[in-house]
């Protein structure tokens, strides 16, 4: 019984709202609970089950740890009838907004808009429809509404105000960095404001990761379903094909997002059941591929001639090994104790860093020797924001693998250096082309 009291004044401990002293109010009266319940006859684990429950309707955040770390028998006991309270996501609403932005996504071809207009504002045409669906999902009050609304009529008109040249280095730049800046500021409709609030932030961390689970799965049934069509439509002499790469592809992509989306929402069980499977799955994977990159950054002499090719390979797999730690940090048990699969976070930790190291010193070396342009400098600021966030994993995992670090410690450097990844990409978007020109 101990044990369980420990396990659940730890988890009462991560809510940020409760005090010390709230904490140890609350320990006092489910010990109080306990006492009086052994007293009548009932064992601990019964007496235990039992106190949670009444302390449960008392405060919620005992009946939230019911609900998220016990087992069947102990939520029926816990928590009893269903909650009725809780707002399942609105199939309508998300049909709607997918709709609307699919429709947004083929106006501007119609009207005449080159491939250029796409290619810096393709998710600028979709992302905000998502923000408008978590918005109303949310009930969100007009402040939120109007802040939403102001900051990606901020982002639109300066993307589109940039006198990109077609084909530039600034202009793939722009394209690349503007649905990070659109995602996270949809996260601020999702979160509906409290950006401030690191459940909240974590939450955001593992809708994204859910959501990209489902729209890859979604992606991959629609290709299949469009090859078939095409196949069939060809088998009658009919090439529709024009009309699958005008409407049916960028009509369905638009309306995926939405549709992912409303399916992580009301679908949740199933990706937590996928999401660990699929983190020890990749994370091996990852490492090995770390691994043989390292040798060959190694092996091939002269950092600051090493081919290109190869270090956006490398930086691109540092973004991968992010996404993989996040996803892993969202979607583990933060009262579960070490295991095996820590230890490989940590080996794969430490090689990202090693491998951030060396791609810093050749960046570093190439500015040195050729000059900086923006494509280096955006790609140095990536690999210091990597680095610095690498290493601060790596160290709080060693240190939660040594037992003198809670796991809570590892989340809360997550959450607290997410903005991080948003301000770089705005410094990208708003900044670079007014720094290194148009070109």
Same mark, same amino acid.
Request: aromatic share 12%; hydrophobic share 65%; glycine share 10%.
């Given at each position: 019984m101990n044990a369980g009291i420990e396990q659940w004044r730890t988890y009462v401990q991560r809510q940020s709202a409760l005090t010390a002293d709230d904490v140890e109010e609350l320990e006092a009266h489910l010990s109080d609970q306990i006492d009086d319940l052994t007293g009548m006859g009932l064992s601990d684990d019964e007496a235990f089950l039992i106190a949670v429950g009444r302390v449960g309707r008392i405060d919620e955040v005992s009946q939230e740890f019911a609900r998220e770390h016990s087992e069947r028998l102990w939520k029926q006991l816990v928590l009893g009838p269903q909650r009725t309270d809780e707002r399942r996501p609105t199939l309508a609403a998300a049909l709607v907004t997918a709709v609307a932005?699919?429709?947004?996504?083929?106006?501007p071809a119609m009207l005449g808009a080159t491939e250029d207009f796409y290619v810096v504002n393709a998710a600028l045409l979709v992302v905000p429809f998502l923000a408008g669906y978590f918005l109303w999902e949310r009930k969100a009050g007009w402040r939120?509404?109007? =802040?939403?609304?102001?900051?990606?009529?901020?982002?639109?008109?300066?993307?589109?105000?940039?006198?990109?040249?077609?084909?530039?280095?600034?202009?793939?730049?722009?394209?690349?960095?503007?649905?990070?800046?659109?995602?996270?500021?949809?996260?601020?409709?999702?979160?509906?404001?409290?950006?401030?609030?690191?459940?909240?932030?974590?939450?955001?961390?593992?809708?994204?990761? +859910?959501?990209?689970?489902?729209?890859?799965?979604?992606?991959?049934?629609?290709?299949?379903?469009?090859?078939?069509? &095409?196949?069939?439509?060809?088998?009658?002499?009919?090439?529709?094909?024009?009309?699958?790469?005008?409407?049916?592809?960028p009509c369905g992509a638009a309306g995926a997002v939405i549709v992912a989306a409303w399916l992580v929402e009301s679908k949740q069980a199933v990706v937590e059941n996928i999401a660990p499977v699929l983190t020890a799955v990749f994370t091996p994977l990852t490492i090995l591929l770390l691994a043989a990159y390292l040798l060959a950054l190694i092996a091939g002499g002269d950092l600051v001639f090493a081919d290109r090719d190869l270090l956006i390979l490398a930086?691109?797999?540092?973004?991968?090994?992010?996404g993989l730690v996040l996803y892993s940090v969202s979607a583990r048990d933060p009262l579960q104790a070490p295991g095996w699969f820590d230890r490989l976070q940590a080996v794969l930790l430490v090689l990202a860093v090693a491998v951030d190291v060396l791609m810093l010193a050749a960046m570093s070396g190439r500015i040195l020797e050729f000059g900086a342009s923006a494509n280096k400098v955006a790609a140095l600021g990536l690999n210091v924001l990597l &680095?610095?966030?690498?290493?601060?994993?790596?160290?709080?995992?060693?240190?939660?693998?040594?037992?003198?670090?809670?796991?809570?410690?590892? +989340?809360?450097?997550? =959450?607290?250096y997410l903005p991080a990844f948003a301000v770089w990409p705005a410094i990208i978007v708003f900044g670079f082309p007014l720094a290194f020109g148009w070109q």
């Open positions: 932005a699919a429709i947004a996504v083929r106006v939120l509404i109007l =802040t939403v609304v102001l900051a990606f009529a901020i982002l639109v008109g300066v993307v589109n105000a940039y006198p990109l040249a077609s084909g530039g280095t600034m202009q793939a730049l722009v394209a690349i960095n503007v649905p990070v800046v659109a995602w996270f500021l949809m996260g601020l409709s999702y979160v509906a404001g409290n950006w401030r609030d690191h459940v909240k932030r974590m939450d955001f961390v593992r809708f994204t990761g +859910e959501w990209i689970v489902y729209y890859a799965l979604i992606a991959l049934g629609g290709g299949v379903l469009t090859a078939l069509a &095409l196949a069939g439509f060809q088998a009658v002499g009919l090439d529709a094909e024009p009309q699958v790469t005008a409407w049916v592809v930086d691109l797999i540092l973004v991968l090994v992010l &680095l610095v966030n690498l290493v601060g994993a790596a160290w709080l995992g060693v240190g939660f693998l040594r037992g003198v670090r809670g796991f809570f410690d590892v +989340e809360r450097w997550q =959450t607290a």
